[in-house]
């Protein structure tokens, strides 16, 4: 029988919550990659059995049963220990890896400096994800010691480029809502964040 530590995934994680007293963290304290990470691992995903296998029962959720070869949808927490147990797998338009990291970066970089291209949906969450994938998964040849070190590499570049661009765009009159329609949830928080700080600081040091 499949088992599953469900408890985890009922309540939010553990880095959203006052653990030393053991109560969920109010929503206000939440960061915004906090609260993005949490709405994208309870977010539906799509998936492909491996095999035949019958419901699995948790506390107020039934999954199943698989038929080998269909696709189903289920939340990505449960998704996440399906494909841990072999049952099924994510579908690979759905997957990042190094080629798409590549491609990511390079359509960044040939944007000019005060613009921001359209990254996939859920993109923060999906790379941390298949960075930790990538950092847990043993690393017996050279290839993947290789692959793990570049997707990581690749994805500082990234990173490094669009916060670049954010701190840029902050410091430039407020942007319209179509403007800033390419950055992520968590970076329209930053920039509405730099945006105020260097508009109250430039107020200041013009006062008299």
């Not at 390419?182 to 430039?202: A, V």
Request: net charge positive; aromatic share 10%.
């Amino acid at each position: 029988m499949l088992f599953f530590d469900y408890t985890f995934y009922i309540l939010p994680p553990p880095s959203f919550r006052r653990l030393e007293e053991g109560k969920e963290l109010p929503s206000r304290y939440k960061t915004p990659v906090q609260t993005a990470d949490f709405k994208f691992t309870n977010k539906p995903v799509k998936v492909t059995a491996n095999r035949n296998e019958e419901k699995i029962e948790l506390a107020g959720l039934d999954v199943g049963p698989f038929e080998e070869g269909r696709e189903y949808e289920v939340r990505f927490w449960v998704a996440r220990e399906l494909e841990r147990a072999g049952i099924v797998r994510f579908r690979e338009e759905d997957m990042i890896d190094v080629v798409k990291l590549h491609k990511i970066r390079w359509k960044e970089k040939v944007q000019p400096t005060n613009k921001v291209s359209s990254l996939p949906a859920e993109f923060y969450p999906r790379l941390r994800r298949y960075l930790s994938y990538l950092q847990e998964a043993p690393n017996n040849t050279s290839e993947k010691l290789k692959n793990r070190e570049k997707s990581t590499s690749i994805s500082q570049d990234i990173v490094n480029c669009r916060v670049k661009k954010i701190v840029s765009l902050a410091s430039s009159p407020p942007l319209t809502a179509q403007t800033l329609q390419n950055l992520t949830p968590e970076e329209r928080s930053l920039y509405h964040c730099l945006h105020g700080i260097i508009n109250d600081w430039r107020a200041a040091i013009l006062k008299f």
